[in-house]
Nanobody, 121 residues
Framework: QVQLVESGGGLVQPGGSLRLSCVAS????????MGWYRQAPGKQRDLVAT???????DYADSVKGRFTISRDDARNTVYLQMNSLKPEDTAVYYC???????????????WGQGTHVTVSS
């Protein structure tokens, strides 16, 4: 059974920084793309950043220049470094990963349970 567990959320003042982590565990053969999404109260879940197996990254316009996504394949972990945080970054942040369990099973997307980020003075 595969699990994704996020950590690193919390309360931070505007202009501050947080680093989110997401660890994938289970009988994992390999991981393709990984990503971070967020959902603010009353809004849909939106893409924040993605990173391919080759470490090509993509960001939502609203976080470009402030957030950095990275991965450590040895640890099955994806990170999101968030700097210059704004109140509008407040949301539940979810990670996902395209995980391959075996050579005969297509990759499947798994989601974490989310971690809360609140940016407020």
């Amino acid at each position: 059974q595969v699990q994704l567990v996020e950590s690193g959320g919390g309360l931070v003042q505007p202009g501050g920084s947080l680093r989110l982590s997401c660890v994938a565990s289970g009988s994992i053969r390999s991981i393709d793309a990984m990503g971070w999404y967020r959902q603010a109260p009353g809004k849909q879940r939106d893409l924040v950043a993605t990173i391919t197996r080759g470490s090509t990254t993509d960001y939502a316009d609203s976080v470009k220049g402030r957030f950095t996504i990275s991965r450590d394949d040895a640890r099955n972990t994806v990170y999101l470094q968030m700097n210059s945080l704004k109140p509008e970054d407040t949301a539940v942040y979810y990670c996902n990963a395209e995980i391959i369990l075996s050579v005969v099973i297509p990759a499947r997307v798994y989601w974490g349970q989310g971690t809360h980020v609140t940016v407020s003075s």
